[in-house]
T-cell receptor, first 113, second 114 residues
Framework: AQKVTQAQTEISVVEKEDVTLDCVYETRDTTYYLFWYKQPPSGELVFLIR??????QNEISGRYSWNFQKSTSSFNFTITASHVVDSAVYFC??????????FGPGTSLSVIP | DTGVSQNPRHKITKRGQNVTFRCDPISEHNRLYWYRQTLGQGPEFLTY????????KSRLLSDRFSAERPKGSFSTLEIQRTEQGDSAMYLC????????????FGPGTRLLVL
């Protein structure tokens, strides 16, 4: 079965703190893709990153970084020095052989000034 | 380059009425996807098109739902005889390529069935 779990339903941090959003996935496929999307209060899903299952290198983009560990089926997302504008719901997603994207339930992040 | 657009952004209807939503993908994107998102949940796949061909439909898509993409550009999603359980955000996404390319999402249409 294909599944994405985001155990943290809601997280609150104070501005400038670092925060890590957890994502654990399940799939039997050897080739798959993982994504993170951000959904601000306006509702539109904003693409953040796409990573294929053969590329386990961690990635950093500005204040964002991602840690992909195949051994634990995790693809965690860290925001460094959080800003109020980072407040949103963040979704981890998995795409497998049949081209369907399965989203996790999301983690709602609140950054308090 | 404009992103994915969806119309209307909001729709309120009475139970039993039919509604139709439109999605205009990013130009030259050959794949178009429809998702449904209920409050507090992640988006759930409904169906997708490659050009004008509808390639996959979820079991979530009951007989009351129909989607079309007649010319391989914009798409419509129609819900007939709406029920209160249809209240949700309907999201459209598009991508370019054969498979596994990043999907870019529109702002969604929020449907409320009274």
């Amino acid at each position: 079965a294909q599944k994405v779990t985001q155990a943290q339903t809601e997280i609150s941090v104070v501005e400038k703190e670092d925060v890590t959003l957890d994502c654990v996935y399940e799939t039997r496929d050897t080739t798959y893709y993982l994504f993170w999307y951000k959904q601000p209060p306006s509702g539109e899903l904003v693409f953040l990153i796409r990573r294929n299952s053969f590329d386990e290198q961690n990635e950093i983009s500005g204040r964002y970084s991602w840690n992909f560990q195949k051994s634990t089926s995790s693809f965690n997302f860290t925001i460094t020095a959080s800003h109020v504008v980072d407040s949103a719901v963040y979704f981890c997603a998995l795409e497998t052989w049949d081209d369907k994207v399965i989203f996790g339930p999301g983690t709602s992040l609140s950054v308090i000034p | 380059d404009t992103g994915v657009s969806q119309n209307p952004r909001h729709k309120i209807t009475k139970r039993g009425q039919n509604v139709t939503f439109r999605c205009d993908p990013i130009s030259e994107h050959n794949r178009l996807y429809w998702y449904r998102q209920t409050l507090g949940q992640g988006p759930e796949f409904l169906t997708y098109f490659q050009n004008e061909a509808q390639l996959e439909k979820s079991r979530l898509l009951s007989d009351r739902f129909s989607a079309e993409r007649p010319k391989g550009s914009f798409s419509t999603l129609e819900i007939q005889r709406t029920e209160q359980g249809d209240s949700a955000m309907y999201l459209c996404a598009s991508s370019f390529g054969e498979s596994k390319e990043t999907q870019y999402f529109g702002p969604g249409t929020r449907l409320l069935v009274l």
